[in-house]
C-alpha cells in the first residue's frame, strides 16, 4: 500500500476526543503522584518531577507489553483506521461497523474484542503522550525559573530540560509509527521499528529517572560506577538492542515457530535458510517484496538471526556481569535475574509453541534489561557539598541527562 493510498485511512475526526481519554487516563497517574509525595512529606517542583518521571517510565514499560500483547493476539488492525474507530472515539460508537465485519469474518483482524484491545492501547498511548507533555513544560518551567531566580542549589533540578524535550519527540515520532502500523497494514518493519522505538522511551525516561535518583539517593563520588563500568553498560545496551531488533523481526514476521524445537532447528544443526528474502526490509506481512509470499527458510534464517545474537547479546551480559560482580554486585545480580528471564521465555516460546505469557514475558524482560543497563550506564559521579547540599557533576559526557555544570 502507497502512503498516498494510507492516508485516507487517517481520520482526524476523533483525535480530540481520543486525546481526552488519553489527557483522562494521565490523572490518574498524577493523583497517585500527588498523594503519595503527600503521605511522604515531600514537597517541591523537583520531587514532582522525580515522582512523575517513575510514574511515566512504569505506564511507558506496561505501554511496551500491552503493545505486544495487542500484536500477538493479532489487534493491531482491531480498529483498521486511525486514531479513532471507524470514525468514532471508541468501540462503542463503531459497533455498528465492527458488527458487520465481524460477520463476514468471524475470526479476521476486526472484531468486538480486538477493536477494544487496539483502542486500549491507544488510550494508553496517548496518556503517556500527556505525562510527557507535562514533564517537558515542568522541566522548563524549573529552568527558566532557575536562571531568573536565586533557586537555592538544593531545590535545582540536576536534569537538563532538553532530555524531557528529546522525549517529546520520541513520542510524536512513536504516535507516527503507530498511525503507519496501522495504514500500512502491519508492515513488519513498521511494526519493528514501533517495538525498538517503546524501548527507546523506556531508556530515555530511565536515565531522567536515574539522573534526578541520584541526589535523592545521597551518593558520593566514592559509590558511584567507575566511568569504564558505565562505558561498558553502554556498549552492552547497544548489543542488546540489536538483539531487541532481530527479536521484534521475528515476532512481527511469525518466524517463532520456524524452529519449533531447541537446540536443534527442524532437527537439524543448520537447516536450509534464505537470509536475503528473511531480511528483505521494506515488504507486506507475509510477502517477500517481490510479489511472492514469504517461504520456509526465509523465515528459518529470522529465526535463526535471532538465535545467534542471542548467544552474542548473552555473552555480552555475562561478561559485564562479571566486571561488575567485584564493586556492584547488586547490578551484577540484576543483570543475571533478567538474562534469566529472557532465555527461559525464549525457550519456552520455542518448545511450548509461543504460548502468550511467554512472549509477553519475553517483550517484559527486554523492556527491564534495557531500563537496568540505562540504570547503570547513567550512574554519573555525584560530588556532595555538605555546606550548601548542592549536587554537581564535575564533567558530565554530552548524553548524560545531568546537567554540565
Known amino acids: 500500500m502507497s502512503l498516498a493510498a494510507s492516508s485516507a485511512l487517517v481520520d482526524w475526526a476523533p483525535a480530540i476526543e481520543v486525546g481526552l481519554v488519553g489527557a483522562a487516563v494521565a490523572v490518574l497517574p498524577v493523583l497517585w503522584v500527588a498523594l503519595r509525595l503527600r503521605r511522604q512529606g515531600q514537597v517541591g517542583a523537583l520531587a514532582w518531577q522525580r515522582a512523575l518521571t517513575l510514574a511515566t517510565l512504569f505506564l511507558t514499560i506496561d505501554l511496551v507489553v500491552f503493545g505486544a500483547f495487542t500484536r500477538l ?11 479513532g474507530c471507524y470514525g468514532s472515539a471508541s468501540p462503542v460508537g ?37 505525562l510527557i507533555v507535562l514533564l517537558m513544560g515542568l522541566a522548563w518551567w524549573r529552568h527558566l525559573k532557575a ?84 562505558r561498558a553498560a553502554w556498549w552492552v545496551l547497544g548489543v542488546w538492542f540489536v538483539q531487541a531488533a532481530l527479536g521484534a523481526w521475528v515476532s512481527t514476521n511469525g518466524a517463532v515457530l520456524a524452529c519449533a524445537s531447541f537446540p536443534l532447528c527442524q532437527g537439524q544443526w543448520w537447516p536450509a535458510m534464505d537470509w536475503a528474502q528473511g531480511f528483505t526490509l521494506w515488504r507486506g506481512l507475509g510477502h517477500d517484496g517481490q510479489g511472492g509470499f514469504i517461504t520456509l527458510p526465509a523465515l528459518t534464517a529470522i529465526h535463526m538471526g ?20 567485584p ?13 534469566l528471564l529472557q532465555i527461559l521465555s525464549g525457550l519456552s516460546n520455542v518448545v511450548l509453541g509461543w504460548p502468550l505469557l511467554a512472549a509477553l514475558g519475553h517483550t517484559l524482560g527486554a523492556a527491564l534489561m534495557a531500563g537496568w543497563l540505562t540504570r547503570m550506564a547513567v550512574t554519573a559521579p555525584v560530588v556532595l557539598s555538605v555546606s550548601s547540599g548542592s549536587v554537581q557533576s564535575p564533567c558530565p559526557p554530552p548524553w548524560s541527562p545531568l546537567k554540565r555544570t
Open 94 to 130: 463503531a459497533h455498528a461497523d465492527i458488527a458487520e465485519a465481524q460477520a463476514i469474518a468471524p475470526t479476521g483482524p476486526v472484531t468486538h474484542g480486538k477493536a477494544w484491545i487496539e483502542m486500549i492501547h491507544r488510550y494508553l498511548a496517548t496518556g503517556v503522550g500527556a
Open 327 to 339: 564493586v556492584a554486585r547488586r547490578e551484577a545480580w540484576g543483570l543475571l535475574a533478567l538474562l
Open 306 to 325: 535471532h538465535r545467534l545474537g542471542a548467544v552474542v547479546a548473552t555473552a555480552a551480559v555475562l561478561w559485564l556481569a562479571a566486571r561488575l560482580w
Open 73 to 83: 493476539t493479532d489487534s493491531g488492525l482491531g480498529c483498521p483506521d486511525w486514531p
Open 147 to 230: 536562571k531568573d531566580t536565586a533557586t537555592p542549589p538544593a531545590h535545582a533540578s540536576p536534569l537538563s530540560p532538553w532530555w524531557p524535550t528529546w522525549t517529546f519527540i520520541w513520542v510524536c515520532a512513536q504516535g507516527a509509527f503507530g498511525a503507519f502500523t496501522v495504514t500500512l497494514k502491519l508492515y513488519p518493519m513498521v511494526v519493528t521499528g514501533h517495538l525498538l522505538g517503546g524501548l527507546i522511551g523506556v531508556v530515555l525516561l530511565t536515565a531522567q529517572a536515574r539522573a534526578m535518583a541520584l541526589p535523592a539517593a545521597g551518593l558520593s563520588d566514592a559509590q558511584a560506577l567507575p566511568a569504564v563500568l558505565r
